[in-house]
C-alpha cells in the first residue's frame, strides 16, 4: 500500500513531531509514502526564510526533508486525469495532482489537512467522487491514534506548541491546550464525523 501525503498534512504532522511516526501510528512505512515534488522545494526555501503559512519553524522543514529522503518519487498522473480536477473550485493545483494520482493508483489513499479541497471533492457528482470512497484520511485521524498510542500528555507535548496552525485541532485541544480526554475524543469525533458524513458513500476512511 503506498500514501500520498498532501503538503496541507504533510507540514502540520511535521510541526506536531508526527510525521517520522506515520509507519508507528498507521503500519505504512514512509518508504511506502509520497508526496508533492513541490513540498521539498518549500521546504528547502523555508530553511532560510520561513513562509508564515507551511513553515512556522525551521525544524518542521527539517522534519519534512528527512521524511521526504526516505519517501518513493512522487507519482506522474496523466495529463487528461489532471484534467477532471484543475479547475475545480476549492481543488488547488497540487490537490489536483494528487487526486489524479489515486485515480492512477488504486491501491493509493491520501492524507490530507486541506478541508476545503474535500468539501470541494464531495460536492462533486457521484460518478466523478467514486474512485476517492473510503480512500481519504485526515489529519484529525493522526491525532486521534497518537493519542491512543501516547496518552493525552504526551500528545499534547507534542501538538500544543502548533496547534493554532490548524483550525479544528486548535479547538479540540483547548484554547489553553487543557481540554481533557473526554473532551479531546469527543471533539475529534465530531470533526471527523462531519468530514465522514459531507458525501454518501463517504471519501473518509473508517480506519488507519
Not at 492512477?104 to 478541508?115: F, H, Q, S, V
Not at 507535548?157 to 485541532?169: E, G, L, N, T
Not at 480526554?181 to 465530531?190: G, H, K, Q, T
Given at each position: 500500500?503506498?500514501?500520498?501525503?498532501?503538503v496541507?498534512?504533510?507540514?502540520?504532522?511535521?510541526?506536531?513531531?508526527l510525521?517520522?511516526?506515520i509507519?508507528?501510528?498507521?503500519?505504512?512505512?514512509?518508504?511506502?509514502?509520497?508526496t508533492?515534488?513541490?513540498?521539498?522545494y518549500r521546504?528547502?526555501?523555508?530553511k532560510?526564510?520561513?513562509?508564515g503559512r507551511?513553515?512556522h519553524?525551521?525544524e518542521?522543514?527539517?522534519?519534512?526533508l528527512?521524511?521526504?529522503?526516505l519517501m518513493?518519487?512522487?507519482?506522474e498522473?496523466?495529463?487528461?486525469?489532471?484534467?477532471?480536477?484543475?479547475?475545480?473550485?476549492?481543488?488547488?493545483?497540487?490537490?489536483?495532482v494528487?487526486l489524479?494520482?489515486?485515480v492512477?493508483?488504486?491501491?493509493?489513499?491520501?492524507?490530507?489537512?486541506?478541508?476545503r479541497?474535500?468539501?470541494?471533492?464531495?460536492?462533486l457528482?457521484?460518478?466523478?467522487?467514486?474512485?476517492?470512497?473510503?480512500?481519504?484520511?485526515c489529519?484529525?485521524?493522526?491525532i486521534e491514534?497518537?493519542?491512543?498510542?501516547?496518552?493525552?500528555?504526551?500528545?499534547r507535548?507534542?501538538?500544543?506548541?502548533?496547534?493554532?496552525?490548524?483550525?479544528?485541532?486548535n479547538i479540540i485541544?483547548?484554547?489553553?491546550?487543557?481540554?481533557g480526554?473526554?473532551?479531546?475524543?469527543?471533539?475529534?469525533?465530531?470533526y471527523?464525523?462531519?468530514?465522514?458524513?459531507?458525501?454518501?458513500?463517504?471519501?473518509?476512511?473508517?480506519?488507519?
Open positions: 500500500m503506498r500514501l500520498l501525503i498532501d496541507d498534512a504533510l507540514c502540520k504532522l511535521a510541526h506536531w513531531g510525521l517520522d511516526e509507519p508507528l501510528l498507521m503500519g505504512i512505512p514512509l518508504q511506502e509514502c509520497t508533492l515534488a513541490s513540498s521539498k521546504a528547502i526555501k523555508a532560510s526564510k520561513l513562509d507551511v513553515f519553524a525551521v518542521a522543514a527539517d522534519r519534512v528527512e521524511a521526504i529522503a518513493q518519487a512522487p507519482i498522473p496523466a495529463s487528461q486525469s489532471l484534467g477532471d480536477f484543475e479547475n475545480v473550485l476549492g481543488i488547488d493545483a497540487g490537490e489536483a494528487l489524479a494520482s489515486l492512477a493508483a488504486p491501491d493509493t489513499r491520501l492524507l490530507t489537512g486541506d478541508k479541497a474535500l468539501r470541494a471533492l464531495a460536492a457528482p457521484l460518478e466523478a467522487r467514486e474512485p476517492f470512497h473510503g480512500r481519504v484520511i489529519v484529525e485521524r493522526i491514534a497518537g493519542l491512543n498510542q501516547w496518552g493525552l500528555d504526551a500528545l507535548s507534542r501538538v500544543c506548541p502548533w496547534k493554532k496552525i490548524d483550525v479544528a485541532v485541544m483547548g484554547s489553553r491546550c487543557d481540554a480526554e473526554a473532551s479531546v475524543r469527543e471533539a475529534l469525533a465530531s471527523i464525523g462531519e468530514l465522514t458524513s459531507l458525501c454518501d458513500p463517504s471519501l473518509i476512511c473508517e480506519k488507519l
